[in-house]
Structures are given as C-alpha cells and as structure tokens.
C-alpha cells in the first residue's frame, strides 16, 4: 500500500520561504509521478508541480513558475516544494500525490493521481 507524508507547512509571512516535503513509501514500481497538489477554502484543488522518476523532470503550474522548485531525494524516497517569493494566494493545504498507472509522464491533473496525503496547512499572511 501506498503512503504519502507531507510535513512542512506554518505560517509566513509574504516575501517568505517554506519547504513542504513529502515521504514515500510502498511503492511496486520505479516508475511513477510525484505531485504537489493546493487546495484553498471554497476552491477547487489545483495542481502545482510535478515531478517524474522516469528522467526526473518537472512541470509547473504558471502561477508558481519561477517561485517555486520542486526536487527529488530518491534515497530519502522524498520529494520536495521549495517556495520562494510566497504571496497570500498561496495560502492553501497542500497535498502531494503520486500517479503510479502514466510511467512518469508529467501531469497536473487531479484524476491521473491514485494516492494522496494528508495534506499541510500553508498559510501566507502578515
């Protein structure tokens, strides 16, 4: 069985930084996608980035573009949302996910994903 841990979320104020990680474990296949995923109150869940185990490449959302990272640790089984330049819209819960069915194609799509955590409160505000 799948299992995701996100940790790493708090309170910042705009301009800041946070990290959010997220552990995995159970997995079957080399293959897969790892998501980050931001649900705020009263608003659909949004994708933010993605990143593949295939060749390790990324994907971002355009509203995250150029602020945040995401970065893999494949000993650790971790995945990692560095965010930089926060702004109060980015307050959120964020959830990581993994795609285990598309073989690390990227996507940010909330239906392609098949196991999530629990989530992790952002909250971006001075």
């Known amino acids: 069985q799948v299992q995701l841990v996100e940790s790493g979320g708090g309170l910042v104020q705009p301009g800041g930084s946070l990290r959010l990680s997220c552990v995995g474990s159970?997995?079957?296949?080399?293959?897969?996608?790892i998501g980050w995923f931001r649900q705020a109150p009263g608003k659909e869940r949004e994708g933010v980035s993605c990143?593949?185990?295939?060749?390790?490449?990324?994907l971002y959302a355009d509203s995250v573009k150029g602020r945040f990272t995401i970065s893999r640790d494949n000993a650790k089984n971790t995945v990692y949302l560095q965010m930089n330049s926060l702004k109060p819209e980015d307050t959120a819960v964020y959830y990581c996910?993994?795609?285990?069915?598309?073989?690390?194609?990227?996507?940010?799509?909330?239906?392609?994903?098949?196991?999530w955590g629990q989530g992790t409160q952002v909250t971006v505000s001075s």
């Open positions: 159970g997995f079957t296949s080399r293959y897969y996608t």
């Open positions: 996910a993994v795609d285990t069915t598309l073989w690390g194609i990227l996507t940010l799509r909330r239906p392609d994903y098949d196991y």
């Open positions: 990143i593949s185990t295939t060749d390790g490449s990324t």
